[in-house]
């Protein structure tokens, strides 16, 4: 707008100079060499404007002129590079899908049209990386590596092969270095802080999350947790050799992360130790109102020494009451009651859960069972029903499973990974419930009474054998003998067999009938061997073993 105005202006001044000029009296002289010229003043002001045009387009020419071969040049520059970026644009798209030969003809083309732009390295390790050819990704990697623009990229390619490589060493090198080229890496930043945490560096991974916080990468609240995460695992490797120092660490976590069930345990046990029951039992206590744990009510049943079976038996009930209706409060109290010799309590306690109990629960029962009773039969079917209940809760962390806590995955290498919560291979596939078979019903069924005859001419009316079915037994009319010289009908043996009692109409002594009669034994009971009957369930099953891991490859061997 202002350029129309400004030239519009230049217009109307030049045309009020022409017709000033044009308004004058006179003549202009020109003289050269003897001769002369006379000319009016709006003569020399048209020849003087024609000059100057024609000046103007003559410059104009002669600095194309100039230029051209440069113009040339950046024509064809552009040329190439339109071509080089339609060459990426095709190879990404092709890595994108899958098509390894149309990536590393792109690759190839951007390499000659486009060699100094950044995504033409991009394209060339990342077509490296899809045909396999590990040496010229990492090539591709190391140049990005070299320079200024593309040094993050090129290390964090660098660290992926180290990785696939298992080269632990490499990987460590090469993420402290992009860590040291920008603190703010969000990568790289984790690889350190699960290296540190792997190798036991709890100090060095404290100064990583120092960083993390200074660098905007974790909010507060994070830090508050993840912190209290590594000095829990700083005081468990404390404990054995430094216990003072052990107990201020962890006293510190407990502050930082009230509800971390690892904390809370080993700070309980400080504080009973200390005689501080009061303030052992309020630490336990919040963790618990967080997430039940059976180490929680282990701590919270022993934080006062020297305490009785029935004394830790009202502290559990206590502990369970403030969350009711939750399986870890039936173990606690169940456990507990056994423990005091009040198995009508263990009773009560499991109730709720014994329809469709999980492994502990009917490990629990058939404790019960064998200790308040003696009934192997009893604990025989509970620990059967055990293996085939439902698995308890455990410390996972991305499909891997512990028998104890861990502050980072070996998986993934993520901070504050493990949860206690079922393991997705163990999660039922239906309803969840876990029905009895007609076995165990058999087995965990009232036992029937011996059936003892006073005197051999007064016999008992028939009856079925007690562990037929409960419907009434026919034994019907004996098959008629067969012909002479035919083959002898088939019969089907009835699975449970009637009782072959004799009428007293007979007139006939009858045979001695034993006190029990044994039940038929299941195809998979292998029985109990004449003697001594070993006592099969004092050792509990062994936790489920724990699934097999890696961390891409290395970090769970680097631990192990």
């Given amino acids: 707008m202002y350029r129309i105005i400004l030239f519009l202006l230049l217009i109307a001044l030049a045309a009020w100079g022409a017709s000033w ?41 002669l600095r194309a002129l100039w230029r051209l071969p440069e113009k040339i040049r950046k024509s064809n520059r552009e040329r190439r590079h339109a071509r080089g970026r339609h060459a990426i644009t095709q190879g ?22 486009a060699s100094g732009d950044p995504l033409t390295l991009l394209l060339q390790a990342q077509s490296a990386q899809l045909d396999g050819n590990r040496n010229a990704a990492r090539d591709a990697f190391q140049a990005m590596a070299t320079r200024e623009d593309t ?22 090198a090469i993420a402290e270095e992009a860590l040291k080229t920008q603190p703010s890496s969000t990568w790289a930043s984790q690889a350190v802080l699960g290296f540190r945490c792997a190798r036991g560096d709890w100090v060095g991974a404290l100064a990583i999350l120092d960083t993390n916080l200074a660098s905007g990468l974790i909010d507060k609240e994070t830090y508050r947790r993840q912190r209290g995460v590594l000095l829990t695992a700083r005081a468990l490797e404390l404990e054995t050799s430094d216990r003072d120092q052990s107990r201020e660490v962890v006293m510190e976590a407990v502050k930082l992360a009230p509800t971390l069930v690892p904390a809370a345990v080993l700070a309980a046990k400080f504080q009973s130790e200390a005689h501080q029951i009061r303030r052992a039992m309020r630490i336990v206590e919040a963790a618990w109102l967080a997430q039940p744990h059976p180490d929680l009510a282990d701590a919270y049943a022993h934080v006062k020494l020297g305490d009785s079976a029935r004394q830790r038996l009202v502290r559990v009930e206590t502990l369970a009451g403030k969350a009711p209706g939750h399986l870890e409060s039936a173990v606690a109290v169940a456990r507990a ?38 009934d192997s039969g009893k604990a025989r079917a509970w620990t059967l029903r055990a293996v085939r209940a439902s698995h308890d809760p455990v410390w996972t962390a991305d499909g891997y499973v512990s028998d104890k806590w861990r502050p980072v995955s070996p998986v993934s290498g993520r901070l504050d990974a493990f949860q206690w919560q079922t393991p997705l291979s163990a ?25 003892v005859p006073v005197n051999p001419d007064e016999q008992p009316p028939l009856v079925a054998q007690d562990n037929a079915p409960s419907s009434t037994v026919d034994v019907g009319p004996s098959p008629p003998p067969a012909a002479p010289g035919a083959p002898a009908p088939t019969t089907v043996p009835p699975l449970f067999r009637a009782r072959a009692d004799i009428p007293a109409a007979t007139g006939k002594p009858s045979p001695a009938i034993p006190a029990v009669i044994p039940i038929v034994r299941a195809p998979d009971d292998p029985g109990v061997e004449d003697g001594t009957e070993a006592d099969e369930f004092a050792v509990s099953l062994p936790p489920p073993r724990g699934q097999a891991g890696g961390w891409r490859g290395f970090l769970s061997r680097m631990r192990g």
Avoid: C, Y
Wanted: aromatic share 6%.
């Fill in 92 to 113: 990404l798209l092709a890595i994108g899908h899958g098509d390894s030969t149309a990536a590393r003809a792109h690759a190839d083309v951007a390499r000659r049209h």
């Fill in 337 to 374: 009651a056994i423990d005091a010799v009040e198995f009508e309590k263990a009773r009560q306690a499991l109730s709720s859960f014994v329809d469709a109990p999980t492994q502990r629960v009917a490990m629990l029962m058939a404790e019960i069972e064998r200790t308040e009773h003696g």
């Fill in 21 to 61: 000029i044009a308004d004058q009296p006179g003549e202009v002289l020109f003289s050269w060499s003897g001769g002369k010229a006379h000319v009016t003043p709006l003569e020399f002001t048209v020849a003087f404007g024609v000059a100057v045009v024609a000046g103007m387009l003559g410059w104009s020419i």
């Fill in 151 to 172: 040094r993050l990229l090129g290390l964090r390619g660098l660290f992926i092969e180290a990785q696939r490589a298992d080269d632990v060493v490499a990987a460590v």
């Fill in 427 to 451: 999660l039922p596939s239906g309803n969840g419930a876990t029905e009895a078979s007609p076995f165990e019903q058999a087995m965990l069924a009232a036992s029937p009474q011996r059936a």
